[in-house]
């Protein structure tokens, strides 16, 4: 089998043990934007509509939903903090797609997905427009993406990708002219569809926009089952609602029927200091763009505003039972394997130290992207399964989920995409053997020059194919 450039140019064991020697298991994002404090709930309440879950899905529901309705009673419901799951641990791309790419939304949606492409871009758009008229302090930057192609099979998949106008193709020399790296041998530069944010200041800054607009936030306050209805009930509090939007994503839903339609798969990450003028002249990147390579198994990395490089991606991983927990989030193996990456990568940067790492638990359904629905008869309404790709299609869901709240025919309620559902994960222990066969073949296909095999092949025949 052959090898991928990862392989073929290690960087000296010295070099990753220095970089990694002062990380700290802690979440940057989180760390550099402290948000406000919010009360827990505690007794009872009524309110025309309650959202669970405080990260973006549930805080651009509560805000589209109070500016469509000043006069509504809007509670959000937080298990936890604002933001402190994947809003606030996530690599900050704002990506237009709502399909989790091209390819995947040709092969499921090849119908309306023109359509599709048309709403996702003015999605983006329309946030872009939000961040600016409310003044969310979120260092939002939309300047573009670059895809990479560190193989030689990959460069003709960037080649068919291009259209000469927002998607140009980079030659070799051109790539590198980007943002210098030996790694490079092709490169899509994507100017109009990809936006980068500070993931952490976006949500907290999202939950004050909600506030003062009237939303009354409670943080630690999980929902532990809705009763009769829509009656929510946490550990102190009782919320009677007459409507519920649940953004829980990647946590147990609280609707039984959807429970085996997503899994956690965990995404690591690491954050380097802030690099020096000399460093950031040696790859360039002046362009500031996020970065991401073509492979099954991918690494993604962008600028923050003060020049640290977010590096994360490549390994995914699922634990049995399908459970999220604290303890998955430090995996010695994975933070060595991305150091070692990201220094094959940039080999110019050695001396460069990381200061952070940590991970965070992706909510991932069958088709890769968003699923939507409703239940108890209209009064409930949820949007999950956003497979790592929710910065901005959160807002879109948002949108969904107050539509159908309202009983209304939109065209966002008429997407084939919002009517269908995805095939459900088994139980265990076949959704265990499953994902990670899926995984290891992926990784056999990133070494056998992009070829899929038979097991993937057939995934892909059954709509349950994964292409990054």
């Known amino acids: 089998m052959a090898t991928t450039v990862f392989e073929r140019m290690r960087p000296a064991a010295s070099v990753v043990d220095h970089a990694l020697a002062g990380a700290r298991q802690s979440v940057f994002w989180l760390e550099d934007a402290p948000g406000d404090d919010y009360p827990a709930l505690h007794g009872e309440l009524s309110c025309d509509l309650a959202v669970v879950g405080g990260g973006y899905s549930g805080l651009w529901t509560a805000l589209l939903a109070k500016q469509e309705n000043p006069a509504a009673r809007v509670v959000l419901l937080e298990g936890r903090r604002i933001g402190w799951a994947a809003s606030g641990r996530n690599g900050g791309f704002c990506e237009a797609s709502l399909t989790h790419g091209e390819e995947n939304g040709r092969s499921r949606f090849a119908g309306e997905f023109d359509e599709l492409q048309r709403l996702g871009m003015a999605n983006l758009d329309e946030i872009e427009r939000t961040v600016a008229e409310l003044g969310l302090d979120a260092d939002f930057e939309r300047n573009g993406a670059i895809d990479l192609a560190t193989e030689p099979h990959q460069v003709e998949w960037l080649r068919e990708g291009a ?35 500070h993931p952490a200041k976006l949500a907290r800054a999202l939950a004050r926009a909600c506030a003062e607009a009237g939303v009354e936030i409670f943080e630690n306050s999980p929902v532990a089952s809705i009763g009769d209805g829509t009656t929510l009930r946490t550990p102190h509090g009782t919320v009677k609602a007459e409507r519920t939007a649940l953004a829980t994503n990647v946590f147990p839903s609280l609707l039984k029927r959807n429970r085996l339609f997503t899994v956690p798969v965990y995404d690591y990450v690491l954050m380097t200091e802030p690099l020096t003028d000399a460093q950031l002249t040696s790859i360039g990147w002046q362009g500031r ?84 629905g409703s239940a108890r008869g209209g009064r409930v309404a949820y949007a999950t399964g956003y497979t790592g ?32 559902r995805p095939l459900p994960f088994p139980p265990e222990p076949a959704a265990a053997i499953g994902i990670n066969l899926t995984r290891r073949a992926l990784d056999q296909a990133d070494h056998n020059d992009g070829r899929r095999n038979l097991f993937l092949k057939t995934l892909d025949a059954v709509g349950l194919g994964f292409d990054s």
């Open 163 to 197: 259209n000469g106008d927002d998607a140009v193709f980079l030659d070799t020399d051109a790539i590198r002219a980007e943002v210098n790296s030996p790694t490079y041998l092709a490169g899509l530069l994507r100017s109009a569809d990809s936006a980068l944010v």
């Open 289 to 372: 763009q996020g970065l991401g390579d073509s492979a099954n198994q991918f690494h993604y990395y962008r600028l923050s505003a003060d020049n640290r490089i977010l590096f994360g991606g490549y390994d995914a991983i699922y634990h049995y039972g399908g459970r999220v927990r604290d303890e998955y989030e430090n995996r010695p193996e994975t933070f060595q394997r991305l150091a070692n990456h990201f220094f094959t990568t940039f080999p110019q940067l050695e001396g460069l130290q990381f200061t952070n790492k940590w991970a965070g638990a992706i909510d991932t359904c069958s088709r890769f992207c968003a699923f939507f």
């Open 389 to 420: 790709l929710g910065v901005a299609a959160t807002h879109f869901g948002a949108k969904v989920m107050l539509d159908l709240l309202a009983g209304r025919t939109t065209e966002r309620t008429e997407l084939a995409m919002v009517k269908s």
